[in-house]
């Protein structure tokens, strides 16, 4: 699969997000790290799945069209049917999203965004104030995780909004504005129950992008 978390922002979208993130950071303790992959998972089943549909449909259309139903016609047409349809459905992100359920997608993002949660310490900030913005561009979807000094003061629903906002930029191609202005709105979220201390320190990183 193609990096796009590379080509998802550009270099002055990226400048963008990270003074969002030092500029929230001066009226709160809370820790935002915005973090943008490519895909959350590769979805390996699908590939069989689409191949095996497709590589199907084509063998059963020829056998039709030569009007031969000859068992062993219908397998040479679709064995190397499916080989081509499988690699073709492996690099083609637009096939390859028709064979994944959004149960799916949605279970590999949330598991793939705790991972990274863990994976980058957003825990082991000093007053539990880590905040995950997690971004998997290939699937379109945007996840947050509060460490549970935040969670204790702040709903859980209260995160939906900033998600739909990042979401509905995403999809019209404004991400480089969306995502600062969301940083922003969690910011004001936070400031009220987590201000910024005198001793605090910028912890974790602005800004991740990853594979």
């Known amino acids: 699969m193609k990096n796009l978390a590379e080509k998802f922002l550009s270099e002055s979208d990226k400048k963008k997000i990270q003074n969002a993130v030092k500029e929230i950071e001066k009226i709160t303790s809370g820790e935002i790290v915005p973090m943008v992959v490519s895909s959350s998972y590769s979805y390996p089943v699908s590939n069989y799945i689409g191949g095996f549909i497709f590589a199907f449909i084509i063998a059963l259309l020829c056998v039709f069209i030569l009007e031969d139903e000859n068992l062993w016609l219908f397998l040479s047409i679709f064995m190397p049917a499916f080989i081509v349809m499988y690699v073709l459905i492996k690099y083609s992100m637009t096939v390859k999203k028709l064979f994944i359920s959004d149960k799916e997608i949605n279970e590999e993002v949330e598991e793939a965004a705790i991972t990274q949660f863990f994976k980058h310490q957003l825990y082991k900030t000093k007053d539990q104030t ?6 998997s561009v290939f699937e379109k979807k945007v996840w947050i995780l509060a460490d549970h000094g935040i969670n204790s003061k702040v709903e859980p629903n209260a995160w939906e909004k900033i998600v739909d906002l990042i979401v509905k930029g995403i999809k019209t191609k404004r991400q480089g504005e969306a995502i600062p202005e969301a940083i922003r709105k969690i910011g004001e979220m936070l400031c ?5 201390k005198d001793d605090d320190t910028d912890e974790l990183k602005n800004l991740i992008i990853g594979k």
């Open 192 to 196: 009220e129950h987590f201000p910024c």
């Open 130 to 135: 880590g905040i995950l913005l997690y971004i």
